[in-house]
């Protein structure tokens, strides 16, 4: 029996008669893991039709319900955010982030995800003003919940004061990558790799500022310890 067919009645046995609350928890659940099949065979239409299916029944009764809703709407917007479909993709990940900011209790992880997500897709279409935004408050959440010294932290801090260097908002940018460099060198040390990536983006935030004397001091600084590390290898 074609795998298509054999979900379909599969469905029709948990479905026959009624289709309470749970059984249509139990088919969406079906649908998503067969979606996840699909999606391995590298059938993703497929697996889009399933997932969409599997939201349609799944509930949005309880915090839990709405938590598994807003899940496999993410799934569906990373598919199609693979396939390029970039507003099919951000229509999912708001409906996500909408369900998921409802619940009394929103899972921290779940949102930063999915603002990550759509601050993404912002970039892509060239709207970084939104994605600068979004991750604002990507940053302040993952803050709350990691602490200030977190690689994940530090890499949000680099993603935007790229963003943030990019729209010209040099203060900003360079207060951010400030911010990166103390804890850069709080994680990693003094004089890694990891603080030469800051120093420069430093540097290039000085150049754009009309700084020179700051921005060659800030590459010099870099060079040296690239150096030390050569040296050390």
């Known amino acids: 029996m074609p ?17 309470t609350v749970q059984q249509n928890s139990n088919a969406s659940e079906l649908l998503r893991q067969n979606a996840a099949v699909f999606q391995a065979q590298n059938q993703p239409e497929k697996a889009k039709r399933l997932l ?62 999915l603002r990550t997500q759509l601050a993404g897709l912002c970039y892509r279409q060239a709207r970084y003003q939104e994605a600068a935004d979004l991750y604002h408050k990507v940053l302040a959440d993952e803050e709350q919940l990691l602490g200030t010294v977190h690689p994940d932290v530090l890499a949000t801090l680099s993603i ?18 400030q911010r990166e460099l103390i804890g850069v060198q709080k994680l990693y040390g003094m004089e890694k790799r990891e603080v030469v990536a800051v120093l420069e983006n430093l540097a290039e935030v000085a150049e754009n500022s009309g700084r020179t004397q700051d921005a060659a001091a ?15 290898c």
């Open 3 to 19: 795998a298509d067919k054999a979900i379909l009645v599969t469905l029709l046995c948990l479905l026959a008669g009624c289709g």
């Open 52 to 113: 969409q299916q599997a939201i349609t029944l799944q509930s949005e009764k309880t915090a839990d319900d709405c938590t598994t809703k807003a899940d496999l709407l993410r799934e569906l917007g990373s598919l199609h955010s693979s396939a390029g479909e970039i507003k099919e993709a951000e229509n999912y990940y708001q409906q996500a982030l909408q369900l998921l900011q409802r619940t009394p209790r929103p899972s921290a992880a779940a949102i930063i995800n």
């Open 160 to 177: 935007l004061g790229g963003l943030e260097l990019k729209l010209r908002h040099f203060p900003l940018a360079e207060q951010l990558f």
């Open 218 to 232: 800030l590459r010099a600084k870099a060079k040296q310890i690239r150096h030390k590390l050569c040296d050390e």
